[in-house]
């Protein structure tokens, strides 16, 4: 079975980090594209970051850029997203998903078949 397993959420103050971890069983993530997304309260699932499944290329979302960082290893089947510099606006559900290689480093939610449960992120003083 098919399984993608996030962890690392949680309260964190403004300009604190969290690193975000998702966990693959049943196939290997090292042949799809990856990409982890989030929700709000109220808001639609929006891209965070994405990988290409060679690691070669990474499209991130604008609000993120050079604060969030996505990585994979390929030994542990697990990919991660290393978020520095955090602001409130960055509280919401995130969520680890994984698709076809053929999209690249799409950050289009429908590429994905493959989602996590998601894990909050809590940016609060």
């Known amino acids: 079975q098919l399984q993608l397993v996030e962890s690392g959420g949680g309260l964190v103050q403004p300009g604190g980090s969290l690193r975000l971890s998702c966990a693959a069983s049943?196939?290997?993530?090292?042949?799809?594209?990856l990409g982890w997304f989030r929700q709000a309260p109220g808001k639609e699932r929006e891209m965070v970051s994405c990988?290409?499944?060679?690691?070669?290329?990474?499209n991130s979302a604008d609000s993120v850029k050079g604060r969030f960082t996505i990585s994979t290893d390929n030994a542990k089947n697990t990919v991660y997203l290393q978020m520095n510099s955090l602001k409130p606006e960055d509280t919401a559900v995130y969520y680890c998903?994984?698709?076809?290689?053929?999209?690249?480093?799409?950050?289009?939610?429908?590429?994905?078949?493959?989602w996590g449960q998601g894990t909050q992120v809590t940016v609060s003083s």
């Open positions: 990988i290409s499944s060679s690691g070669g290329r990474i």
């Open positions: 049943g196939f290997a993530l090292a042949n799809y594209a």
């Open positions: 998903a994984a698709g076809p290689s053929l999209f690249g480093s799409s950050c289009r939610v429908g590429h994905y078949a493959y």
